[in-house]
């Protein structure tokens, strides 16, 4: 084996242990740690049978096994895109709707009148202080 397949299969073999030790110290979910996963089976299959990208590589019609891994890493990293993009928008609504919770307990709490009466006195309290430093 050249040494450039055993640096990438030692890379594979650190890629299993860092999402390991992330998902032991729960800073990874394991539905994010299986797609890291399955990246490093792939790497590793790809180092120990290079033959296999080789035919998949005839197989699907490319020039360059090269250019098959470059394809399918773009591929990846568009589905890892997509994911996180479903996340942060998943997070977004969560984030909307804990607000607008807090904000109707906060107006709950507050004693006597209603959050317009509170804005009005604001309002007031704030141009009046204006006023005094001019």
Known sequence: ??????????????????????????RLKER??????ALGVGVVVAVFFPSAVIWVSDF?????PANL???????VLTFVAIQLSVEIGRLRDLVERLTTEIALLSMDRKPGGTA???DAGRSD???GADD???
């Not at 891994?69 to 591929?75: A, S, Y």
């Open 69 to 75: 891994v470059l394809v399918t890493g773009l591929v």
């Open 32 to 37: 994010h740690a299986g797609i890291w996963m």
């Open 132 to 134: 005094e430093s001019s």
């Open 1 to 26: 084996m050249s040494r450039l397949l055993i640096t990438f299969g030692l890379l594979a073999v650190v890629l299993f242990a860092v999402v390991a030790e992330l998902v032991r110290r729960r």
């Open 116 to 118: 317009a009466e509170d």
């Open 125 to 127: 309290t704030t141009s």
């Open 60 to 64: 699907l019609g490319f020039e360059l």
